[in-house]
Antibody, heavy 123, light 109 residues
Framework: QLQLQESGPGLVKPSETLSLICIVSGGSISSSSYFWGWIRQSPGKGLESIGN???????YYNPSLKSRVTISVDTSKNQFSLKLNSVTAADTAVYYC???????????????WGQGTQVTVSS | ETVLTQSPGTLSLSPGERATLSCRASQSVSSSYLAWYQQKPGQAPRLLIYGASSRATGIPDRFSGSGSGTDFTLTISRLEPEDFAVYYC??????????FGQGTRLEIK
């Protein structure tokens, strides 16, 4: 059974870089059928896609965050990561990693999610 | 970017009633790329429907999805106590772009 687990600091100072890792177990991150994504949810608000990555390294970033985001993948460790720089209080949110269906005939939805990790931006 | 607008914002119903949730897109969405999720407090979202009308594994058949173009609907035929939650629609567009609706809160009347 596939499991995703986010890890990283729960508190980040303003203007610094938020760094999270998603460890994938029970399945290979190198599968050709999937992308891997980061989604966040601010307090009391809805869901926002941050970006997605394929095991080859191909990425897509939300245009509103693109200038500050880097998503990378480490197939040897079966994990992928998120870096968001120059954070402000507006980046305080629960951050989820998730698996995105990506095959030619079956794509475009998140079928497995991590439990989420709270990240607070505060000095 | 395709904007998804969900209505109503909050829906108050009783167990046993039928729930109809709407998701309207700012431009046409391929039916293959419209999904619905359920989220309960303190939990990650759970996939309910993909491809506009296909139920995910383990989802009861009281959940159904329909629609095409810019108008999509999630229907829960007979509400169970565990169905009261927040529901989100999500679309997948060109080049892996993904957007979510703002959510509909389904609460017990």
């Amino acid at each position: 059974q596939l499991q995703l687990q986010e890890s990283g600091p729960g508190l980040v100072k303003p203007s610094e870089t938020l760094s999270l890792i998603c460890i994938v177990s029970g399945g290979s991150i190198s599968s050709s059928s999937y992308f891997w994504g980061w989604i966040r949810q601010s307090p009391g608000k809805g869901l926002e896609s941050i970006g997605n990555i394929y095991y080859s390294g191909t990425t897509y970033y939300n245009p509103s965050l693109k200038s500050r985001v880097t998503i990378s993948v480490d197939t040897s460790k079966n994990q992928f990561s998120l870096k968001l720089n120059s954070v402000t209080a507006a980046d305080t949110a629960v951050y989820y990693c998730a698996r995105l269906r990506g095959s030619v005939y079956d794509r475009g939805y998140f079928d497995s999610w991590g439990q989420g990790t709270q990240v607070t931006v505060s000095s | 970017e395709t904007v998804l607008t969900q209505s109503p914002g909050t829906l108050s119903l009783s167990p046993g009633e039928r729930a109809t949730l709407s998701c309207r897109a700012s431009q046409s969405v391929s039916s293959s790329y419209l999904a619905w999720y359920q989220q309960k407090p303190g939990q990650a979202p759970r996939l309910l429907i993909y491809g506009a009308s296909s139920r995910a594994t383990g989802i009861p058949d009281r959940f159904s999805g329909s629609g095409s173009g810019t108008d999509f609907t999630l229907t829960i035929s007979r509400l169970e106590p565990e169905d009261f939650a927040v529901y989100y629609c999500q679309q997948y567009g060109n080049s892996l772009s993904i957007t979510f609706g703002q959510g509909t809160r389904l609460e017990i009347k």
